[in-house]
């Protein structure tokens, strides 16, 4: 999925790429997959070298897995992701967030998602748990597809650079 590229155009709106990190259990690339399966949304695993090297085109969304603190770093966001974000470009051409997580974490579910997005200032535009749901999937899709377009309203040109 390396190779999802920059934004795709659909009717006159551009649907903003999602960035994903998926542990060896896969839950999060199987969301991401079935994402992608239902609208053609390009997405990118930060689990390949050269994703997590790149920096966005331009706007880009991530989806990111929440861990339960008790890491050296009591830290919920992934190192994949942490490194991803050291860029000041990347973190500007952040739009929103995606979070997943798992129930049994207790205070630190969807963790990571809420931090990012309080400290970034970007929304949290789905949660969901685990590999998530068809039903989550559906949502989501519906949800990028409305912030995709309130996007393209709100800045007509490319706000990332």
């Not at 997005?117 to 039903?135: H, K, M, Q, W, Y």
Request: glycine share 6%; hydrophobic share 35%; charged share 25%.
């Amino acid at each position: 999925m390396a190779d999802a590229g920059p934004p795709r155009e659909t009717e006159d709106v551009v649907q903003l790429p999602v960035y994903y990190y998926s542990s060896v259990s896969n839950l999060i690339r199987r969301f991401a997959t079935h994402l992608t399966a239902a609208d053609g949304r390009p997405v990118l695993d930060l689990s390949q070298r050269e994703v997590r090297a790149s920096e966005p085109d331009g706007p880009w969304v991530l989806l990111t897995p929440s861990y339960k603190a008790g890491n050296d770093a009591h830290a919920t966001l992934p190192a994949p992701v942490r490194g991803f974000l050291r860029s000041p470009t990347t973190r500007r051409r952040l739009v929103g967030i995606i979070g997943s997580g798992n129930r049994n974490f207790g205070e630190h579910y969807q963790a990571a998602a809420r931090e990012l997005s309080r400290v970034s200032g970007r929304p949290v535009i789905f949660e969901f748990e685990l590999a998530g749901t068809p039903e989550d999937v559906t949502e989501c899709a519906r949800r990028l597809a409305a912030f995709d377009a309130r996007f393209a309203e709100k800045r007509p040109d490319d706000p990332s650079d």
